[in-house]
């Protein structure tokens, strides 16, 4: 039997100085502080939500895990369609934050290489596809140089 699921429910991310990172994700994508998680009177982590569609985002304050994160693309936050994604990336740079630029992908359009605080690369991918899936996998053979 297949399990009924319903998406993703939130994502989290270490990182080693919640205040900055909380202004970072506030000033540059739009995310709000939704819950705020206290330990022995500090606080610890938080979930933000996005009033425009954005997964839940939950960061947690572990300097150690942060490092050790840092530079790997966990996952891609879903834009709705190309002029969306090229807007985003205007957005950012005028923010003086420096990423890779829309680029085609396997089976829409990606803006890579964005990196919060501490270095963990956010991405994002159209939900717009050029290319559908169908009955047997896509194969993908060097993805990153075929699509420069």
Known sequence: ??????????????????????????TRLGYVVGIEFHEQGILM?????????????????????????????????GVPDKTALEALAANLANLGESHAGVHFATIGWILPELHDPDGHEIRFYTVESHTELGDHPLVVTEARETAQ
């Open 1 to 26: 039997m297949i399990p009924t699921l319903a998406g993703v429910h939130h994502l989290k991310l270490p990182v080693s100085d919640l205040t900055r990172s909380i202004d970072w994700y506030r």
């Open 45 to 77: 982590g938080v979930a933000l939500h996005h009033s425009a569609g954005g997964p839940m985002l939950g960061l947690r304050r572990d300097p150690e895990k942060a490092a050790a994160a840092a530079g790997f693309d966990y996952f891609s936050i």
